[in-house]
């Protein structure tokens, strides 16, 4: 079954970059998608701050707030930037995802739903204010970062 899932799950973002495509250039496609994990990684920061480091004050409604733009946005078909012509520099905008992606579209996917279920859970740790919970939960949320950068981002 979760074979299945995965697969209805890859077709479903092989169609969405394919309609993407034809509606926004390569270029914005590349300039939005940025622009996206920019604002993830800026919300991941303020929490990283308020439980991690310690280096500001613990504020759980900041936190469920920035937990929640992270989750929308990776549940937001983010995926449907990810068209031809955007697996290279295009105009003005620069890329570090690597060719393998556009080849591997059943992992991306599994990727990218192990990212959306570890924002979920961020989001339900968030919501409870259990600062050991959030941590735990924002820690997983980073692994799965890190597991599809290592395998398709360049350095």
Known sequence: MKKFLMAALATTVMT???????????????????AGYSFMSW????????????????NQQQILAAANAIAAIGSSGMGALYGPGTDRDVGSQTTRVKPELFEN????AQLSGDF?????????????????AIR??????GETCKSCHDKYRKD
């Not at 970059?17 to 300039?31: F, L, M, N, R």
């Not at 920061?45 to 613990?58: F, M, N, R, T, W």
């Open 16 to 34: 969405a970059a394919v309609q993407a495509s034809a509606q926004v250039s390569p270029e914005d496609q590349i300039k939005f998608r940025k």
């Open 43 to 58: 919300n991941m920061g303020k929490i990283k701050a308020q439980v991690i480091d310690g280096s500001v004050e613990y």
């Open 105 to 108: 579209f059943p992992d991306v």
């Open 116 to 132: 959306v279920e570890a924002a979920n859970n961020l989001v339900a740790q968030a919501e409870s204010g259990d600062q050991a």
């Open 136 to 141: 735990t939960a924002f820690g997983r949320l």
